[in-house]
Nanobody, 123 residues
Framework: VQLQASGGGLVQAGGSLRLSCAAS????????MGWFRQAPGKEREFVAY????????YYADSVKGRFTISRDNAKNMVYLQMNSLNPEDTAVYYCASDTRPWPSQKAKEYGFWGQGTQVTVSS
C-alpha cells in the first residue's frame, strides 16, 4: 500500500489542523493505521493508532484529549484532527500502516509509511 500524507502547515499555538493520509494499492480495511511524528534532533515517536475497523484507538499521553484519529474505509483515508496545538507539537508527521492484526505503538512494526507532512506551531 502507498500512503500520502497532507494537511500540515504553520499554525499559532492554540490552533487546529487536520492531517489526512490517503492510501492506495491495497485493501485499506485490512490495515491498521498509525500516526507518528519526528521533531528535529529527536527520535520518531508514536502519536496515535487505530484498528482496522476503527473501533480501537490509542493515543500518546502527550496528545490525549487534544488529537483524534479517525478513518474512512470507504474512502481509503485516515485523519488526525489536532486541536489545542502547542509548540511542542512541531514535527514532521507520518502516517503508517501494516497488515498486522492489532495496531502498535512501535514504529518498527509498521511496514508502510507515508512521506511525512510538516506541522509547525508558533508561540
Amino acid at each position: 500500500v502507498q500512503l500520502q500524507a497532507s494537511g500540515g502547515g504553520l499554525v499559532q499555538a492554540g490552533g487546529s489542523l487536520r492531517l489526512s493520509c490517503a492510501a492506495s494499492g491495497g485493501t485499506f480495511s485490512n490495515y491498521v493505521m498509525g500516526w507518528f511524528r519526528q521533531a528535529p534532533g529527536k527520535e520518531r515517536e508514536f502519536v496515535a493508532y487505530m484498528s482496522r475497523s476503527g473501533r480501537t484507538t490509542y493515543y500518546a499521553d502527550s496528545v490525549k484529549g487534544r488529537f483524534t484519529i479517525s478513518r474512512d474505509n470507504a474512502k481509503n483515508m485516515v485523519y488526525l484532527q489536532m486541536n489545542s496545538l502547542n509548540p511542542e507539537d512541531t514535527a514532521v508527521y507520518y502516517c503508517a500502516s501494516d497488515t498486522r492484526p492489532w495496531p502498535s505503538q512501535k514504529a518498527k512494526e509498521y511496514g508502510f509509511w507515508g512521506q511525512g507532512t510538516q506541522v509547525t506551531v508558533s508561540s
